[in-house]
């Protein structure tokens, strides 16, 4: 019960309407001019010293893109964006080529100290932190440091940003990028191809288990600016890693745009698990500002027993159009998909997951647990498939919605389809809301209402908190409190 | 110590309570009794703190303290607890984190520290044995699966942990077999005395049988209408509320 204490002192420290990591960092920045052109995709390849190849890959991503309608099919609403209006590129200066922590802009550095993140490798191994995380650290546009390469790099481990990666690991980038989320994917997975800034590369060679957590921080400071981070994981043959990501913005007045694409490749028998925990400023509580965050999210179990595991803390953007996805493609492969999603305010989330099972006895499982407060909307959409030659697919679905007074709303959206008689589907779905009996009933032990509220959720979405690596528990845990602030009358 | 002078309450508009008075001693153990619709549940939710009650005119004073402005939470620190008629599921919360969380949640209240987790499990542990609780029991989400005698044997369990001053039995005896309720007042039975106090609200004297009252209030149109020693309960079994009732709204 710590957690819980401690998220509902935590709670009580903050203001109502206070996102906890709205702070500006000032900090000169390199920006490419206001609006998107194939001169502007030309500006930013060339300010990532990128090979021929990529510039054109880029450039007909771009071409597409110009041909592409905005997906209006998901439960959201919001004002049509003028993409002239953005700026594309933006690093704060003197970030150019990588860099070791002694040369960071101590500005950036006092940053990520305010945001909780450990740079320091020195702190870290004086036994500070118990468990070692290695960070990669995005700013806007680019990554400003990642941490423990050399580590990592003695056991074949590439953990770097992809610009980096770009140029000292081209065979692998060109092998890879784009073979999950294919350039043409969507009209913003094609937009993230044009102008794709920064994000992380990992390679983890055949049979190794990563010595630590990955994980990679994103950060969006600088106003009018898009971030659109591009992550690329491939697990060779029996290995193994579990990787992190965080994410936190300012907040400002105007919506910004978030939209990236991650792609992930699992060989044979190598598991990858992706836990997020997205927090991108949500908002005022009137629904003014906040991000826009529309994302690609793909793993594929290429390799026969391979698995990928998805588990995401969604609390955070004004709009979330989120589905990370597994196609399971080698015999006897596994994914699964974690989710807790929170909505509170204005915020409106549409976010589940595809199962597409395409190999013999591949199995998935779906636990979504979707939390709606204020006056937001809620929707799981989530898409279960199995190919004519999926013998013995296997999937189960758990699709739980809370709601928390009576102005917001739950949807749950399945799409099952399965072309294979041996297919074995399960689909259950509950909706629930906090009743003031409930409340009542902890507040007569001795719980006053914000606790007895964090702990009824946190018995909500307990079966989720367990598949996040033991410091993001906590820390989600916290994140769960805050976001329902205010929540209860 | 519980004193209530002149409480007029209304529930969506509705008068329940019409100038209820009532003082129960330290260490008295009182019954109300009256028939369905006379208010005995709405007093003991006004008393708890339950929202949506408004409270027109009148004080309730715990220890001497107004209690009418304090929160549910203020109150149960202050050492009132109420067993619910029917105990509310709390589903994903194992029963031992929620027993914790209450224990220290009024620990804090009161400014003392928190008990350290082995301690606690060994009072938790040694209470449930008296209630036929498993370890089992303990572990699964609050009330969620349980019977309705389970259910009523964790409200004494939670009674027994967090030692009120003042509880309040809201009709226990609903749901219960003979030996259930056998086992959950042998539980009430062993909180006795101390200055502890209890208010005893229930349609029967079957329950009064196992939890023998000092004192007996007969409740009608939400007011204490008669008052007496343990036969008046007797009496009121053998003829009825009728007595009490003439003129009533049904």
């Known amino acids: 019960m710590a957690a819980v204490q401690q998220t509902v002192d935590t709670v009580k420290t903050l203001d109502v309407d206070a996102y906890k990591y709205g702070f500006t960092t000032e900090i000169e920045s390199d920006k490419a001019p206001k609006g998107l052109n194939e001169d502007t995709v030309r500006f930013i390849s060339a300010r990532k010293r990128e090979p021929d190849w990529l510039t054109q890959w880029r450039l007909d991503a771009y071409r597409r893109w110009e041909t592409m309608a905005e997906p209006r099919w998901a439960r959201v609403d919001y004002p049509k964006i003028n993409y002239q209006d953005l700026y594309y590129y933006s690093a704060p200066k003197g970030t150019a080529g990588p860099k070791t922590l002694a040369e960071v802009d101590p500005e950036l550095l006092r940053t990520y100290e305010k945001l909780g993140i450990p740079l320091s490798e020195q702190e870290i191994l004086a036994g500070v932190q118990e468990r070692r995380v290695a960070v990669d650290a995005v700013f806007d546009s680019v990554s400003v440091v990642t941490t423990f390469k050399e580590e990592l790099g003695k056991a074949g481990v590439i953990f770097c940003p992809i610009s980096e990666a770009v140029r000292a690991y081209p065979e692998l980038v060109r092998k890879y990028l784009g073979s999950v989320v294919p350039v043409t994917d969507n009209y913003f997975a094609t937009l993230n191809s044009a102008v794709f800034s920064d994000g992380s590369f990992v390679y983890i060679p055949p049979g190794v288990r990563c010595p630590m957590e990955l994980s990679t921080y994103f950060r969006i400071n600088e106003q009018n600016t898009g971030q659109f981070e591009r992550t690329l994981i491939i697990a060779d043959a029996g290995s193994y890693v579990s990787y992190l990501e965080g994410c936190t913005a300012p907040k400002r007045d105007e919506n910004q745009l978030h939209a990236a694409v991650v792609e992930l490749i699992a060989l044979e028998d190598a598991e990858i698990k992706y836990s997020t925990v997205q927090n991108w400023y949500p908002g005022d509580s009137e629904g003014r500002g906040g991000i826009y965050n529309f994302v690609t999210k793909r793993g594929d179990c290429r390799g026969a027993r391979s698995k990928i595991s998805w588990t995401q803390v969604e609390t955070g953007s004004a709009i979330t159009w989120k589905y990370p996805s597994c196609i399971l493609r080698g015999d006897h492969s596994r994914g699964e998909f974690y989710s807790i999603a929170i909505s509170n305010g204005h915020q409106q989330v549409d976010s589940g997951t595809k199962m597409l099972h395409l190999g013999k006895n591949t199995s998935s499982r779906i636990i979504s647990k979707g939390i709606s407060a204020g006056q937001s909307q809620n929707t799981y959409r989530g898409q279960v498939f199995a190919h004519r030659k999926a013998q013995n697919a296997r999937n189960f679905t758990n699709c739980d919605s809370l709601l928390i007074g009576d102005q917001c709303g739950a949807h749950t959206v399945p799409y099952i389809e399965a072309k294979n008689s041996t297919a074995q589907f399960e689909h259950e779905a509950t909706t629930s809301k906090i009743s003031d009996d409930q409340l009542f009933y902890c507040m007569q032990r001795g719980l006053e209402a914000e606790e007895a509220t964090a702990l009824i959720v946190n018995g909500f979405v307990r079966d989720v908190l367990q598949q996040l690596p033991m410091e993001f528990a906590v820390e989600a845990q916290k994140l769960i409190a805050i976001s329902l602030e205010g929540s209860v009358g | ?250």
């Open chain 2, 1 to 250: 110590m519980l004193e209530i002078e002149n409480l007029h309450v209304r529930v969506a508009g509705k008068k329940i309570l019409d100038g209820l008075n009532l003082t129960v001693e330290d260490g008295q153990v009182a019954a109300i009794m009256g028939p369905n619709g006379s208010g005995k549940s709405t007093l003991s939710y006004v008393v708890a703190g339950r929202a949506d009650y408004e409270v027109e005119q009148g004080s309730i004073k715990l220890d001497g303290a107004d209690i009418l402005e304090m929160s549910p939470a203020e109150r149960a620190a202050r050492g009132l607890f109420l067993v619910f008629q029917y105990p509310l599921e709390i589903p994903g919360v194992a029963t031992m984190t929620f027993l914790k969380a209450a224990l220290n949640a009024q620990r804090k209240a009161r400014g003392e520290a928190e008990l350290p987790t082995l301690e606690f499990m060994k009072q938790v542990r040694a209470a449930a044995a008296k209630l036929n609780i498993s370890q089992d029991m303990l572990k699964r989400p609050v009330n969620v699966g349980f019977s309705g005698g389970e259910k009523k044997r964790m409200e004494v369990l939670q009674m027994a942990l967090l030692e009120p001053r003042f509880a309040i039995l809201d009709e226990m005896d609903s749901g219960l077999d003979i030996d259930a309720l056998k086992t959950c007042a042998e539980g009430v039975n062993a909180l006795r005395g101390e200055g502890r106090s209890l208010l005893v609200i229930t349609h029967y004297q079957r329950l009064l049988n196992f939890i023998p009252p000092d004192v007996v209030h007969v409740m009608s149109r939400g007011k204490i209408v008669r008052s007496g020693g343990p036969d008046l309960a007797l009496a009121l079994e053998a003829t009825g509320y009728a007595d009490y009732t003439e003129g009533a709204a049904a």
